[in-house]
């Protein structure tokens, strides 16, 4: 049944030498790489406006010189980032980066980070994806979170029956996106430039402000930046590049950032001149494209393309989590599971547990991506100031022509992520303090893990040069425990004659009369096994039976003894049949494998009705 | 950890032999076996009133002649059930009355009925002492569900503890209940005869009412009749009473009957006078003591000992739930677990199923007695139909002196039982639909319980006068399934060749590169052992090694040969370590006990570290 169905939802099996990879036209490149970084369009500018709005709306003109500066820290992020694409043609995602140059400490910092960003990536972009829905359609809002989380688990199954990464199909949304936004910004700027739009909306640029402060200021600017995530997609994706990679993919990198930018600048300077407010219900950019075209076909088609890239951002999170999630279970950071490719040839635990998080943070944070953009932010700065620190300690280290301005480019680099990180903690803590938490955890667990796994290796290893040494069958002491005299404990004891000399059935009762009682009928049986009478007071089977199985492990351990548990076990054929019977013989199985060397054997009967 | 949290909760675990019973005086026994029976007087009237409301205050007047219909069944009920307490002094519970005299089926209904009646006893009452505490502080009333909720697992764990359902302790509410009841009658009596209470609040005996029909009127009497639920038992408790028990027995159930017909008269009588109408946030008890008393001190008193007794009520299904289940599962109707006693000689498993499924009552019919009544009371009925019924085919059957007499009583009681049940079906379909599902549906499940278990004890039965025949090494295959070689490879091999000769390793990969990589390992090794290397394009390792070992099977099978799978297995020492290992051991181990007479030997290494 469950077998079927996940045959029908997941697809058939594919061969492991279905595998394959296959280049990235620039312009394919630049759609499927930039899904991420230009969705973040969709919420970006709404969150400088939010933490303005907190003052007055007097206060919108701010946005404007806030903008430029994000625009400053993206031209120093696609730099630095170019540099980075050069430097590891082969792929250099923050985690690589920092492991190699920092040390394996730094690098698990950034793993960590970026294990937890890429579940916020999922968690923010579908719910600001749900927003851009809601917003369209106002009666659904109070629906959600589920719809949020229905998209989750959309995406999810997508990804189990495996989604080629360069499907074609991946691509148009994400030009619609621009040309839609393209459009809208023109055609906004065409009204402000033929004055349809009254000036009077909005408050001129200088405005003094009552309360504004360089703090609110840094806080509307840090909301800012979560425009920029997703720009480091392009450096861990060089080798799916046509030759010459490294120049197509920091050219495709330059391209989206000019792209980024104008589409930055463009909301945020139409959001400003139109007057557009924050509001619970209806985004920003919802609210723009209604002002520039009423709420007509082209609204209906910027929403719809919004939504996607949203979606489809989301989906890139579900390329890279369970794919990071792989190299730290190769490197022994984390569960083998993660390593082990699914039936459609992904990394099926790896995104069933992004899944998990990302809805659990959802539901959590009630899909709203106020409370999850600054956790999200801060879980893509510290990888990017760590890759960027990664980078100069290289061209430290390693000195190549040119050196002393590749240096330069990646320590301002550096050090606006670090002023950013560090405006995040200052002005947001309450929102991003959680962080302080999880990352460090994460690292903490891949230490414990790793410790583990080292441990498991040494321990395992065997010398095959060394000749195998021999059991004889009489130092094979077997125990059968019994709860009476019936076919399968005949199978049992027969099995038990076959393997050694040394058979003791065992049976816990409790009263002495059942005891005796079966002990009657076990002589009269005349099968040459000890019987042994356990007396259980207190009705356990498992207490006594333990410290027997204890007793004779002791005194098998003097005489170079082997013991063998053998477990007499009926199978029922239907599930609801097992409910029938108890499952003592799997709890003491558990309980003496937990326990003791001691070899445990189970003697099926399979039940024919 | 959990064993230390559970001994702190539940108490130490009790010998088998400090189980004991204890004789009931009459007037304690009268205390406790009757929570039940007094304690529906805090719902029935009320559910009388609601029928009624539902046309018009004018009707309530009608209250007073349902009473009336109700004190005759009352009556035929009492004297029914004194009769079955002669007949049965060792406890005639529906379920042995109708087993016995009208067949195994009929005893199987009336149990299944009184199965979920049990679950409803305590649903109903919980919620209803529940409505007794919002009623007096209309601030608990949003937590409703939730206290109830809390009720249940309070009375559970006092349950698991082990309660004497003989503990005095219990008889202190009932009495409580009944002079707090009495008060309030006598008070409210003398009020009205003292004039101090308007004749305007009430509609005139006999004031024609539009839209009354006889549906309604058998609707509203319906409802009072769950005002009898919990009669029956006295005659479950027989063999509890002091000699002579049937005389004792049936005087008690005389007293108890007069109890609860002058409190269900004077409380139906006083609502009627004192005008008082069912309201949603507060019970007719709470309004009507209210009125007589003002929220004094006795008001208090009165909810309070209301609320006990409820709770009282619901520790009766909690006594008569386990013992019934433990029944049927002695007669092989339900699963084996029912009959073990817990660490406290309690029946737990049937302690925690009654408790979870009461638990789901309360929630999803939201704590709201009105929609749980009408159920409960065709689970009373339904079994108090088929006892009556019983003692009547008991008489025709025996014919002791005086028969005539008995049926005729009998016979009026079922009769009246089944004019109930009818009208139930009638007026209030839409409510009790459920029990023509789940009543057949638990006899269906007891009958396939009873099937399975009858099957089990056929197919395992076994001979002790037949010699046991032996197995001889060499029939022995054994296979190894190893995924590298390791020391617990390196264990199992050697335990492996101590059984037999004839020893097979096989490894299971995913490319031909690994299998004979592995291979030439294996032969530099010279253990000895046969490998054997399957390939596995779909990187699944149980289907194609199934594949292996069903194929060896047959062979086996056609040589009379036993096949034995020894599963090398690590085993962490840490519950976390257990993620971070497949436990595919295990998923091989359930699948080949599953499919085939296959031994299966687990041979472990514990992990150091």
């Not at 939010?50 to 010189?65: D, K, M, T």
């Amino acid at each position: 049944m469950f077998k079927k169905f996940k045959r029908l939802i997941i697809g058939k099996p594919m061969k492991s030498t279905e595998a394959q990879e296959q280049k990235l036209s620039n312009a394919k490149a630049l759609a499927i790489l930039s899904s991420d970084a230009l969705s973040s369009i969709a919420y970006g500018p709404e969150q400088i406006l939010i933490v303005l709005a907190s003052i007055s709306v007097i206060a919108f003109w701010y946005s404007l010189p806030i903008a430029v500066g994000v625009l400053i820290l993206l031209a120093a992020l696609i730099l630095s980032y170019r540099q980075i694409i050069y430097a590891y043609p082969g792929g250099g995602g923050a985690y690589m980066v920092a492991k190699e140059n920092l040390g394996t400490k730094f690098g698990l910092f950034a793993g960590g980070s970026l294990l937890i960003d890429y579940v916020l990536t999922v968690a923010v972009s579908v719910s600001s994806g749900t927003d851009a829905i809601s917003s369209t359609f106002p009666e659904l809002h109070p629906y959600r979170v589920w719809i949020a989380v229905g998209m989750v688990i959309f995406i999810t199954l997508v990804n189990l029956r495996g989604l080629t990464e360069s499907a074609s199909i991946l691509a148009y949304p994400v030009y619609a996106f621009v040309i839609a936004l393209a459009v809208l910004i023109i055609t906004g700027l065409y009204q402000i430039l033929t004055g349809h739009v009254s000036a009077q909306i909005h408050p001129a640029i200088g405005t003094p402000v009552m309360g504004i402060s360089l703090f609110l200021i840094l806080k509307a600017f840090s909301s800012g930046c979560s425009a920029l995530t997703g720009v480091e997609a392009m450096s861990n994706a060089v080798p799916n590049f046509k030759d010459p990679a490294p120049k197509n993919a920091a050219l495709t990198l330059s391209v989206m950032g000019i792209i980024l930018g104008l589409l930055f600048t463009g909301i945020v300077f139409l959001c400003y001149w139109y007057g557009i407010a924050p509001q619970e219900k209806e985004t920003v950019l919802s609210k723009l494209s209604s002002s520039v075209f009423g709420r007509n076909i082209f609204y209906y088609i910027i929403q719809a393309a919004t939504a996607l890239i949203l979606i489809l951002a989301a989906n890139t999170g579900f390329a890279a989590f369970p794919l990071l999630a792989f190299n730290l279970s190769k490197d022994k950071y984390m569960p083998r599971a993660f390593k082990v490719r699914g039936d459609r040839l992904g990394y099926s635990n790896g995104i069933i547990t992004l899944a998990l998080a990302s809805i659990f943070l959802i539901i959590v944070f009630k899909g709203n991506t106020e409370n999850l953009i600054p956790l999200y932010a801060v879980g893509v700065f510290l990888p990017f100031s760590l890759s960027q620190t990664g980078m100069i300690v290289k061209w430290l280290k390693t000195k190549p022509k040119g050196w002393m301005g590749k240096l330069a480019i990646n320590l301002t680099g550096a050090l606006i992520c670090y002023l950013i990180l560090a405006i995040f903690f200052i002005t947001k803590f309450g929102q991003v303090w959680m962080s302080l938490i999880f990352i460090p955890l994460a690292v903490y667990i891949f230490h414990k893990i790793h410790k583990h796994y080292t441990a498991v290796g040494n321990q395992l290893k065997t010398d095959i040069s060394e000749k195998l040494s021999t059991i004889t069958s009489g130092k094979n002491i077997v125990i059968v425990p019994i709860a009476g005299i019936t076919k399968v404990v005949k199978q049992s004891i027969l099995y038990a004659k076959s393997l050694s000399d040394n058979v003791v059935a065992v049976y816990v009762g409790s009263s002495q009369e059942s005891i005796k009682e079966l002990e009657k009928d076990w002589r009269k049986w005349d099968t040459g096994v000890k019987f042994v009478g356990l007396m259980s007071p207190y009705r356990s089977v498992l207490t006594p039976l333990s410290q027997f199985i204890d007793v004779v492990k002791e005194k098998a351990d003097a005489s170079h003894s082997q013991v063998t548990v053998i477990m007499p076990q009926f199978i029922a054929k239907r599930w609801w049949q097992r409910f029938l019977h108890n499952q003592s013989g799997f709890l003491i199985m558990a309980n003496v494998l937990r326990r003791r060397n001691i070899i445990v054997t189970i003697v099926p009967y399979q039940l024919e009705e």
